[in-house]
């Protein structure tokens, strides 16, 4: 019997953060270059219905019956098989792995139940299209998260650059004139759902000037969705990172003033900007996790220097946009 593999990438927010979980949009991408998968294997020496539950990234090694119910491997095998009508799943292995930084607002929770709900859907022989792949992952962020907005599953189950607002369906974005970013990982690990539940509380108290800078962020993500959907491949290319590292800065202030950034991401995004970054800010839930910096060729080596130079854990440069 062949094994059923499927994967997801990572994903950063470009723009929008938070204010996203407040029905203000937000645009997120996909980076391929990290990646989970999902490997199914039936498993014909196992006793009926057995589903066998290995991750060793996390040390997880057991039958999917000794998790708890509300364990996000369990729940995602669940509702796969709940959805396909599947009154039992045929004896099998699942093998998870990732090289997804964990709790570091790169989608690794999302990415991990997107491979899994896909890989398992194929092995029932219902291949499910990324919509509803997205729709399930959603439903086990629920437990990562709390109270998601849902941008991670949707970016990460269609692999396409989206402008997201919550409860509608996703645009995608055609990003043409491509550009570099660099992600930085701080190395401090920051569960999103502690920080979204911070940003609640603090709205609460504070509801008109919470308000005010969501709406502030959606300018810049209008601002940002507009430049990449206008520009052509003979933009002045310079213009046109100046415009979004500037959008970039300005929605790290944002960030900063709702109480999610910490000194370490401060450091890092400050010596991005100071070795040429053209902007920089924090990607995700923030108080930890990535920053990600704008460069072009040229200043790339100066930044990825300054920012390893500042402590950081991990230091990716990837494209975004552009053909492919
Ligand atoms: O998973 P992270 O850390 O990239 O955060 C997701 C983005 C938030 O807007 C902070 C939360 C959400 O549900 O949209």
Known sequence: MPAFTATAPAKIILFGEHAVVYGRPAIAVPIAALQA???VRADVRASHG?????APAIGLDTQMDELAADHPLRRAVAITAETLHADYIPACQITIQSNIPV????GSGAAVSVALIRALAAYLGHPLPAEKVSALAYEVEKIHHGNPSGVDNTVIALER???FVRGQLPRLISIELPFQ???ADSGIAS????VVSDVRAAWQ???SDFEELFDRIANIVENARTLFEKSGKDEELTDYLTKLGGWMNENQILLAKLGVSCPE????????RFAGAYGAKLSGGGRGGNIIALVDEERQAAVIRALQEAGAQRVIATTIGGIG
Do not use: S
Not at 50 to 54: P, Q, S
Not at 103 to 106: E, L, R
Not at 191 to 194: F, K, L, R, S
């Open 103 to 106: 709790a570091a607002g790169m």
């Open 191 to 194: 569960p999103t759902a502690q």
């Open 205 to 207: 108290k504070n509801r």
């Open 265 to 272: 991401l401060e450091l890092l995004i400050e010596r991005a």
């Open 181 to 183: 970013l660099i992600i």
């Open 161 to 163: 650059a989206v402008y």
């Open 37 to 39: 998968r999902a490997i």
């Open 50 to 54: 057995a589903v066998r539950l290995i």
